[in-house]
């Protein structure tokens, strides 16, 4: 899937992946797509509750060897 900018959270736990995500996607134009690679086991349930209570928008989501990465499109306002 394409991207227009990435992000590396492996290694860290929550809250941090969520953090370091929210700083990044407020420097996206909306409509842009950041791609995140966590490691953290909670990052699906986190990840999917802070996009339905934000303005952005989970495109993608998969997991690999305990690897999870996620596509999210920046919304239009900053909320979230």
Known sequence: ???DEQLD????SCP??????????VTLS?????WVRATDPHAPVDFMA???RSNHELLRQEETAGEFQFWIRRGEDDRG
């Not at 941090?16 to 996607?25: D, E, G, N, Q, V």
């Not at 909306?30 to 950041?34: F, I, K, M, N, S």
């Open 1 to 3: 899937m394409d991207y």
């Open 9 to 12: 959270v492996r290694g860290l």
């Open 16 to 25: 941090m992946p969520i953090l370091k995500t929210k700083r990044r996607l």
């Open 30 to 34: 909306p409509g842009q797509v950041l």
């Open 50 to 52: 802070y996009t339905e």
